[in-house]
């Protein structure tokens, strides 16, 4: 079997195909990723020895500065990465015999796999993608929000956002491959049979009308890699430090510095990762410490509490280490979704990152830090699950060939 994995994002998106990619592979079918040409994504698939088909700009390059581009800038880029796949999806989908596409931004997959007669998985890495009476859409950049708090409503206007977006080139694009036009982009592309990647303890799914969803729990790989002598050298050095990161998001101004005097005004120390976001230390005080990529599953264990943005991947890993959380999240995606998680199961705190103060967020790692939090983390984090990717893998082989 030869699968196709495509997805376009940061690292949070690129990461679960790639252990999907890895279980596959173990199980003996061969696999191509679609993905940004990025170059960490490069070096990472092909230390795995798995091919990567690159599509659109780089990520980074978008993630760049401290403001989003303007909405007339987000609806170009993504008219742009519509057009792209419809170029590059035909030959990354010549000879394989399923296609797993992560993410709203996967346009143009369900198409090309029709065309193609290629069995096609829609998968979301968080039930808040996926429409349901039981939680309003997660926010889109550039796109504007409602002022209602009826769901239906928000969702049925999600739809014509995505509409206006995306339905005059996908259907430009589909009659080109002799394919029907389709009324509603969104659920295109989603079908009605979803896959979602996301621990049911952490994210569960809540049965609605016409979706049939299939949740494998996360696609994660277990990291080897030991932590560098000098990082594993300060934690030796006095109590659990608390990690300050932000991953490939634009963190809200001046948060790390709020952050590190929070985490200082609670006695603790602070390691601070570097990411995406740039962060860097405020002063040379032994106290604070800077990491680049390190291996987050050995170092989350090793830590007090994780201040971080709200990633599907950095909240699972935290839950998995049992260690405390304080989520500042950012209003992207489904960021406000994880914090809410974090908040509802008691295993930290959620803070709006468009309204966060420093009153707010010294609680917050007040309450992050205190032993009720890290006794409700270490009962959550028993029920983790590890093992999502090599379900969702037997699945699909198992789906191929009946």
Known sequence: MRALLSTYGTRGDVEPLVALAVRLRALGAEVRVCAP?????AKRLAGLGVDLVPVGP????LMRGTELPSAADLSRYRDELVDREFDVFPGAADGCDVWVAAGLAQIAARSVAEA????????????VQLPSPHHAP?????????????????????AQHVNGQFGRALNSHRAS???????????????????????????????????????????????????PADLEAFIDAGEPPVYVGFGSVRPVRDIARRAIEAVRAQGRRVLVARSW???????????????????????????????????????ATAARASVPQVVVASPLSDNPYWAGRVADLGIGTALDGTAVTTGSLDAAVGTALAPRTRDRAR????????????????????????
């Not at 926010?139 to 209602?148: C, N, S």
């Not at 029907?180 to 609605?208: C, I, K, M, Q, S």
């Not at 170092?299 to 909240?315: E, Y």
């Open 37 to 41: 040409p990025d170059e960490e994504f």
């Open 58 to 61: 780089p990520v980074r390059e």
């Open 116 to 127: 193609t007669g290629i069995p096609y998985v829609y998968v979301s890495y968080a039930a």
């Open 138 to 158: 997660p926010p889109r950049p550039g796109w504007p929000e409602a002022e209602t708090g009826d769901k239906r409503v928000l969702w049925e206007l999600d």
């Open 177 to 227: 491959l002799g394919l029907p036009p389709v009324d509603n982009v969104r659920d295109h592309v989603v079908t009605d049979r979803p896959w979602l990647a996301a621990d049911p303890v952490l994210g569960p799914w809540r049965p609605a009308p016409g979706l049939d969803v299939t949740q494998t729990g996360t696609w994660t790989l277990p990291d080897e890699r030991p932590l």
């Open 277 to 315: 976001a740039e962060l860097d230390l405020l002063d040379d005080r032994s106290d604070c410490f800077a990491v680049g990529e390190v291996n987050q599953q050995a170092l989350f264990r090793k830590v007090a509490a994780v201040v971080h943005h709200g990633g599907a991947g950095t909240t």
């Open 379 to 402: 009962a959550v984090g028993g029920l983790v699950r590890t093992d999502g990717a090599a379900v969702a893998a037997r699945l699909l082989l198992d789906d191929v060939r009946r």
